[in-house]
């Protein structure tokens, strides 16, 4: 037997000797006045003699994180996840159900504690036990002692373990909380309506990404869940709703990395009256007020660099980028046949599509991406890659479109949105064609949104902001299953 599955067999041992004293291992609920960090913030700066002559009765729950015994005098600490509070327990002055749940306690079970608030002689706020209530049995002891789970690939699969030792962690998620809330915000007091569209979609459309098939038995429908809800958000523009965003999961069929996961967050918001222009200046305003209220600074440290967000933010055509960065001329970058030997010389990977457009961001996306670090907003995107959004008027080849990079990441993408249906529904014919021709990311012909377009969509300015990439600058983390409570894994076989 390994030391793991006895250290299970005692505690099993352990709730059956509860079980038979006649302790309910596992109650219904505990009353109580605080967890130990509204304890800790609110008697912080109470002193040994303040707390001796209010005395104060508190219940008190939390986890059992250490336990110390010194004869018939032992301590143990509770933890919720933020601060601990340490318990005083002298055996003798336990009541009998008390003493049995004090015998067959563990690290990592729940406890509730009832006593009287002090400070010890090393001035430690402490609570002097009167009563105990066992509020769970832990079965399973919790890892490395409590000194944190070091292992990766068990953070990321048993994401509550993580959370219970591992502090840093769970201010993560409060910070991605944070952003969320900040931005929603922002938005709400920019006069923009929070709305909802749906996930489970006839035809998947909005973004260039692979789907996830489902079925609807009742209806006997082939559907898709959403990869963007960019279609439905202008519907509503068409209806009349002019300044909306969801905050929405989307769900896209595609490899795992650093930066993508299948199942991810993003923020989208439409704009009627404006164009990609205004929109930049909206992500920036927006970007920077949320570091600051959130991390307190416009200058964070991400990756070992220092990224300043403090607008106004650099313009980069994709052109300008590729010049500057592939070195490469004028004459160069209006030929194809250029781009792709370009691509082949550095040995970068193949667009399935090589037209123009498409080798055009396969040279920019091996050349430039890696040197934005500092907030870039890449502008002047290739029509054949944005369906979706206007053509540039001096330039028909290039689209009014802009892909937000922080740290090395597009962090939003934005257009100004094609309104035109006729203009549209050929885009769809074009995507199509693509398709046909082995691009499995193309756009879809959706129907019904050309026909909502020939009732008038007015002009507008549209973006998608990652909110998983957004906290991974904001908290300096280096992938993006840090950021997400419970990220998509591989099984473990058997």
Not at 107 to 135: C, K, N, Q
Request: glycine residues 6%; negative net charge; proline residues 5%.
């Amino acid at each position: 037997m390994s030391e793991l599955d006895e250290q299970i067999a005692n505690r099993h041992k352990k709730l059956a000797a509860l079980k038979d004293a006649g302790v309910e291992p596992y109650p219904h609920r505990f009353d109580h006045d605080l967890e130990p960090s509204g304890v800790q913030q609110r008697f912080a700066e109470q002193s040994a003699e303040e707390l001796e002559q209010a005395a104060l009765s508190l219940r008190v729950p939390g986890r059992v994180s250490a336990l110390r015994s010194h004869g018939k005098t032992s301590f143990a600490d509770l933890w919720d996840g933020r601060h601990k509070l340490q318990l005083l327990i002298r055996t003798g002055e336990l009541d009998a159900a008390s003493q049995q749940v004090f015998e067959n306690l563990d690290l990592g079970d729940y406890l509730g504690a009832t006593g009287r608030l002090m400070r010890t002689r090393t001035g430690e706020l402490t609570l002097a036990v009167t009563h105990l209530v066992l509020l769970a049995k832990a079965l399973r002891p919790m890892p490395e002692k409590w000194h944190g789970l070091a292992d990766v690939e068990i953070r990321y699969r048993q994401r509550y373990l993580d959370l219970a030792t591992n502090p840093e962690s769970r201010e993560v998620f409060e910070a991605r909380s944070a952003l969320v809330r900040g931005m929603r915000r922002f938005l709400d007091d920019h006069g923009f309506l929070e709305v909802e569209t749906p996930m489970m979609q006839l035809i998947p459309g909005g973004a260039a990404a692979k789907p996830f098939r489902t079925h609807h038995n009742a209806l006997d429908l082939e559907l898709f869940l959403r990869i963007a809800p960019e279609l439905y958000l202008k519907r509503l523009l068409v209806g009349g709703m002019h300044r909306v965003y969801e905050i929405n999961r989307n769900f896209r069929n595609e490899g795992i990395s650093t930066q993508h996961n299948p199942e991810f967050t993003m923020m989208e918001l439409y704009w009627a009256y404006a164009d990609y222009q205004d929109v930049m200046k909206l992500v920036e305003e927006m970007i920077s007020h949320l570091a600051v209220t959130v991390r307190g600074s416009a200058q964070l440290s991400f990756r070992g660099e220092t990224i300043d967000l403090t607008p106004p933010w650099p313009r980069l055509s994709i052109r300008e980028g590729i010049a500057r960065y592939a070195e490469l001329g004028a004459a160069a970058l209006d030929d194809p046949q250029a781009l792709l030997a370009e691509l082949r010389r550095r040995g970068a990977e193949l667009p399935a599509i090589r037209d123009y457009g498409h080798l055009l961001m396969a040279l920019f996306e091996a050349v430039v991406e890696p040197h934005l670090t500092q907030p870039t907003f890449v502008i002047d995107h290739p029509v054949e890659i944005s369906p979706l959004a206007k053509q540039r008027k001096d330039d028909p080849r290039f689209t009014e479109r802009f892909e937000l990079y922080i740290g090395g990441m597009e962090m939003a993408n934005a257009f100004s949105e094609l309104n035109d249906p006729a203009l549209q529904a050929q885009r769809f014919e074009e995507q199509m064609a693509q398709r046909a021709g082995g691009d499995e990311e193309a756009h879809s012909y959706d129907r019904d949104y050309v026909l909502a377009l020939e009732h008038a969509m007015p002009p507008a300015g549209g973006m998608g902001v990652g909110i998983d990439r957004l906290t991974m600058l904001f908290c300096d983390r280096a992938s993006i299953r840090d950021v997400i409570l419970f990220p998509l894994m591989r099984p473990v076989a058997g």
